[in-house]
């Protein structure tokens, strides 16, 4: 069974850090992404950021760029979000979302192009 869990989210100042995790379990793909998205009250799900199994490719949204960075383990288990410089309008909840065809180099921004989704970790920033 797959199984995402985040872990990492609290409140922050603005300027602040947080360091988002994503333990991943029960794949058996060699090519997957893992994608970070965002949800905030009122608004619809949106991708932050991605990376791919195979080759590591990141990807980032626009504005997230220069301030997030995604990573994983060496073990490939367990998904990284470091967020920096945080602003209020980075507050949301965070999910991570697997999806188990990744093809080298390839975006997927769309949440209903992922198959399995986490929890969800609550991220606050006030100001």
């Known amino acids: 069974e797959v199984q995402l869990v985040e872990s990492g989210g609290g409140l922050v100042q603005a300027g602040g850090s947080l360091r988002l995790s994503c333990a991943a379990s029960?794949?058996?793909?060699?090519?997957?992404?893992i994608g970070w998205f965002r949800q905030a009250p009122g608004k619809e799900r949106e991708g932050v950021s991605q990376?791919?199994?195979?080759?590591?490719?990141?990807y980032y949204a626009d504005p997230v760029k220069g301030r997030f960075t995604i990573s994983s383990d060496s073990a490939k288990t367990t998904v990284y979000l470091q967020m920096n410089s945080l602003k209020p309008e980075d507050t949301a909840v965070y999910y991570c979302?697997?999806?188990?065809?990744?093809?080298?180099?390839?975006?997927?921004?769309?949440?209903?192009?992922?198959?399995?989704w986490g929890q969800g970790t609550q991220v606050t920033v006030s100001s």
């Open positions: 979302a697997a999806r188990l065809t990744y093809y080298s180099g390839a975006y997927y921004p769309d949440p209903d192009e992922y198959d399995y």
């Open positions: 029960g794949f058996t793909f060699d090519d997957y992404a």
């Open positions: 990376i791919g199994s195979s080759d590591g490719s990141a």
